[in-house]
């Protein structure tokens, strides 16, 4: 009995190593020659339907749009809070549940195709390790816009449930959905850079350690100038310029009241979460380029 088991778990191991190498080998073939704008486009097309047909991603929206009705059921009990709950409840279930995408798939971007050594075929392309690890990182975001668009969609409609008929908030909130997915990109920037050195399971734990420190940057510049050792404020004053600082995407609250971040806030929040994407995805190119896959 053990051998036949033995032997099934052989099987499905070639197979999902033939179709790995297969993956791969198609993915190679579509990867043009000429420009490297092209090249990233079909990494991330290619990284895009790849994360799209993880069952997960489906679990995981649908887990919220399940949430967005729980709160319609949680307005009903609650007189003239409906739209209240229904937002507060909808953008922070998006940003939690986007976060784990962004950290459990983000993580395993690279080092997936490290592991199945799919990366050999692509690299035998002319294709450099930047251009791979962007169109990866564009593909993962295009993949979060998408279920970002869908979770908000969900929360729209539940608004119009229960105010029977449209509502001022429903556009209201989508410069706070728009803010959690600048967000969720800045996330995914992490965990790329922490994957092209370490572990999945090292990578999930820390870009998960920057996500929660990087909610509470400003307490940490306050603690660092409160502090008596001048050791503390250089080192707590290092950590608030050097991790991002997501307390500039934070509206779900604001977003619940009727009230939207100014033009000038979300210009800046946007501005910094391209510019520290920026920034990651070249230090993730600088390691990545010295690692060696022999």
Do not use: W
């Not at 990867?31 to 047909?53: D, H, K, L």
Request: charged share 15%; glycine share 8%.
């Amino acid at each position: 009995m053990s051998e036949v088991i033995n032997a099934s778990a052989l099987a499905r191991e070639q197979t999902t190593t033939a179709d790995d190498a297969t993956r791969a080998r198609a993915t190679a073939k579509t990867i043009p020659r000429g420009s490297s704008a092209g090249r990233v486009a079909t990494i991330a097309r290619n990284a895009f339907r790849e994360a799209v047909r993880d069952r997960v991603l489906y679990n995981l929206v649908v887990f919220v749009l399940l949430l967005t009705g729980a709160a319609v059921f949680l307005g009903e009990l609650s007189a003239a809070q409906e739209a209240k709950i229904i937002v507060d409840m909808g953008l922070s279930a998006m940003l939690i549940f986007g976060v784990f995408i962004a950290i459990f798939v983000g993580v395993g971007l690279v080092y997936k195709e490290i592991e199945r050594r799919t990366v050999y075929a692509i690299f035998a392309k002319p294709v450099g390790r930047g251009e791979f690890l962007a169109g990866k990182y564009l593909g993962l975001c295009a993949t979060l816009a998408a279920n970002v668009a869908v979770m908000a969609l969900g929360v729209a409609l539940a608004l119009v449930y229960v105010r029977g008929g449209y509502d001022p908030l429903v556009a209201l909130i989508f410069p706070a959905v728009a803010l959690i997915f600048f967000e969720l990109t800045i996330v995914v920037a992490v965990a790329l850079l922490f994957s092209s050195f370490s572990s999945p399971a090292l990578s999930a734990l820390l870009t998960f350690g920057v996500f929660v420190i990087g909610h509470f940057s400003a307490d940490m510049r306050l603690i660092g100038a409160s502090s008596g050792t001048t050791f503390a404020r250089a080192l707590f004053g290092a950590l608030y310029y050097l991790l991002p600082n997501l307390s500039h995407y934070t509206y779900i609250t604001d977003a619940s009241h009727g009230v939207t971040p100014s033009p000038s806030a979300f210009a800046a929040a946007v501005l910094y979460a391209l510019l520290y994407d920026a920034v990651l995805l070249v230090a993730a190119t600088l390691i990545f380029n010295r690692r060696n896959f022999k």
